[in-house]
């Protein structure tokens, strides 16, 4: 799945995204820390792995390893 950043705490380091279709999904700590990125910025288009249960689980940053 695929979204924008809406909200990204850096102390807490949670947000949340927009899914394409508009749905609001939030990530937490555990499923950016997963991702091996330091900071993610509002409007910054974002990959989103989850779990069968549809909690994030990783944030990425599309085409970037």
């Known amino acids: 799945m695929q979204g924008t950043i ?9 947000g949340t ?11 937490g700590a555990e499923a950016f820390q ?6 993610l910025r509002l409007g910054q288009r ?3 792995e989850s779990d069968a249960t549809g909690v994030v ?5 599309p085409g970037v390893a």
């Open 6 to 14: 809406a909200t990204f705490d850096t102390a807490t380091r949670t």
């Open 17 to 27: 995204l927009l899914l394409d279709d508009g749905t609001p999904l939030e990530f």
């Open 34 to 39: 997963r991702s091996g990125l330091r900071l």
């Open 46 to 48: 974002v990959t989103v």
């Open 57 to 61: 689980w990783r944030v990425l940053i």
